[in-house]
């Protein structure tokens, strides 16, 4: 998702991205309805509400701010997504590939080549 | 490592609230002279498991070792120390029995068990622990309990996660509170925040959350920060419950 802007239109709602950048792992671009942009880390939303609105904190990590929903036209995955290759699962998946090289290395077996079919 | 840490447990401690201060303890024992021993002073330590369980779970080679070296360098400077662990599918119960008994050796003073959050729609599903399953873990490692265990959690809680008890959640009961504000509805769901407790009470429809709700996100749901406030209310809540507890606690029998 780092580096994605997203379309607003059919199929693709800005409630639907304002929910992808509140389980962002990183700092977005906000781009307002008057085309300014805000860059900031969003940590909440709420649609519950008659007047739904996110907050988040800027860069500089002063906050929190609230922008409704009305105001925002965009939301841009510009900062790094701090998340993405931590699970577990990629940790395991390393783990077993570093533990195969050194097994192959001890061996004097050649690392294959992953252009040779 | 939060750089008020410092100020913020002196400042808990001096208004006498019990803290138990969640670490994984790679930074404790280099940090410790920060700290000062006190009876409202709690280290839990996160430990998963023995020395390869652990490692695997937080995804990094070494850390069990380090905590040990923290834990033992707290102990020695009279810290109280307790631990906690998260359970998953891949747990083996006659490793975690040989896991208590580690901990106890070392001097701990008690433990906190709980699983892994379970959920539905989850990517890593092969791990994650489901209810019969859960009952099964427990019920197993649990099973004739070794009088030097300390469990440092309420014996209802251990017994409903034996299947021993049915029980519903009570997502507000260790309610989280962090610098984006009060996390809604829990600990785990991290679904918005509200800027203040009663903001967070009042407009939380809690009635959506819990496993008797039909949310999906709960329905496998069995962790400590739901399900032991429920135990305990079930405790102080009957008698026949307080009396379980008090036959639990005098015999050690789970």
Sequence with gaps: ?117 | MYPEIRPLIESLVARKKYVYLCTNAILLKERLDQFTPSKYLTFSIHMDGLREDHDEAVCRDGVFDQAVEGIRAALGRGFRVTTNTTLFDNASPLRMRQFFDEMMDLGVEGMMLSPGYSYAKAPDQEHFLRRARTHQLFSEMLANPKKGWKFNQSPLFLRFLMGKHDYDCTPWGNPTFNIFGWQRPCYLLQEGYASTFAELMETTPWEQYGRRSGNEKCRDCMVHCGFEATAVDHTFGSLRAFGETAVVTLTGKL
């Design chain 1, 1 to 117: 998702m780092e580096g994605w802007v997203p379309k607003i239109g059919e199929p693709l709602t800005l409630t639907e991205v304002i929910d992808l950048a509140f389980d962002y792992r990183g700092n977005t671009t906000i781009v307002k309805a008057d085309g300014t942009e805000i860059v900031g880390y969003v940590f909440d939303r709420n649609r519950l509400v008659s007047e739904p609105f996110i907050q988040y904190f800027d860069e500089k990590g002063d906050g929190p701010f609230a922008l409704r929903y009305t105001e925002i036209a965009n939301i841009k995955f510009t900062g790094k997504d701090t998340a993405a290759g931590n699970s577990w699962k990629a940790w395991v998946e390393r783990r077993e590939r570093e533990k195969s090289e050194t097994a192959r290395a001890a061996s004097g077996e050649p690392r294959p080549d992953p252009d040779c079919r």
